[in-house]
């Protein structure tokens, strides 16, 4: 009976994952956040390391830290959407300071350079990724949703439109919220040759979503409107959950650096609450009213993270960096990212930096939010990113107290917007401008 039990949980798990691997999905995507340096170089530090963001992809980057360090960064973002072949766009921007942290260094010199030579500790505040964007797309001719309640045998006694194909449709969703995560990390220098670092990550989610989504008929009531189903709900997601995180650098000879970092699936819980209300104008001229709420606690495991990194010393006048990262999540496709970043030094104390990223998307095909007879989930909206690329340029300065930094980043993403699971995408190009700056003091 025990055993039938485990069971028995186990398969209720793995529906509740599949049910809600949209969300999931939604809430696993990252960005190259973090301070200018980091996100200058493409966010390709695994094998560089002493950086505070670099010690998220490898907390062995730690072990290379020699003086203690206090850093914060302010990120200014301007997002806009557009919709290929329509002229609405969708603008929004943002301040916000997405990195600080404390690290302290500690030298335990020993003879000949052998054995540990530095035990160093993080405390560490991030933002991985922030949704801060308006959607707006239109389409003609598309199957409807009144045609997909109809399909699913919703029991209600409200008349909605159930026509299969509608004249017209918009949305406008509004999306708002951010992934964080507070750390603690902490690696040792061996030899300055091996660098070894481990860390608990504490992450925290937050995306608030409303959106209105509206069909036109052909079809006219007996007053001469047009009929319509317009749909207007509200999304909100929130959760905790933990992971562990250990990396390794080796730097064999002067001139290069090797790095692999891995972090856990990060384990914790997720609040799904929704709200909305379907309005149709029928063949009457009543309208209808259908407010439901929903509200549910759930577990969850976001995705495995594993980096691998190369880094190229040209003496003290620069490097050349490459990186490959792979995240796994259950139910989605594995995500792909390349990077490759570039530092350079014309005069000591001065930095130059340059980046490149290529991401793949979680899911390649649609993963909609299924549809109940009950129409409790409301919310029949999803995204689907489709892929990211990052260009990006720094510049700072190290001196022996102070360093300032100041980079700037263009993304561009291409999305799919699906206003329920029987419609067709509305194709998106997403693009972000960011100007951050990174200050930090050093003894």
Known sequence: ??????????????????????????????????????????????????????????????????????????????????????????????????????????????????????????????????????????????????????????????PFCSEKINATNRIDLAESGHTSEFAIDWAINISNRWFVGFGVHIQTYFL?????????????????????????????????GCNLTAGLIYRPASWIRMGFGIQTPTLGSLNTYTSGTLVALTDSVRYSYAPNAYSRDSKFHMPLHLSSSVAFQVGAYGMLAFQYDYFKQLQNDAVHSLRTGLEVIPVMGLYVNAGYAFESTFKKNTNPVPMDPTFERQDTYFVTPQWSQYVSAAIGYRGTIMMVQAAYQYRWQRTNLYAHENASPYDMNATTHRIIFTIGWHR
């Open 1 to 158: 009976m025990r055993n039938l039990r485990y069971i028995l949980s186990f398969v209720l798990c793995a529906l509740s994952l599949g049910t809600f691997a949209q969300d999931y999905a939604r809430i696993s995507e990252r960005s190259i956040m973090g301070t200018a340096r980091y996100v200058g170089m493409g966010g390709a530090m695994s094998a560089i390391g002493g950086d505070p963001s670099s010690i998220h992809d490898n907390p062995a980057g730690l072990g290379l830290y020699r003086r203690t360090e206090m850093m914060i960064t302010f990120d200014g973002m301007f997002d806009k959407t557009t919709q290929p072949g329509y002229l609405d766009v969708g603008e929004r921007r943002l301040f916000m300071a997405p990195q600080a942290s404390l690290i302290f260094s500690m030298p335990s010199y020993s003879a000949d350079d052998e054995g540990v030579q530095f035990n160093n500790l993080s405390l560490s505040y991030r933002r991985l990724n922030t949704f801060n964007r308006l959607w707006l797309g239109s389409g003609e001719k598309d199957l409807s949703l009144g045609a997909l309640l109809t399909t699913a045998d919703v029991k209600w006694d409200i």
């Open 208 to 240: 608030a979503s409303d959106g209105d989504y509206q069909e036109t008929f052909y079809s006219r009531n007996a007053f001469g409107r047009n009929m319509y189903n317009l749909n207007q709900t509200k999304l909100t997601l929130s959760g905790t």
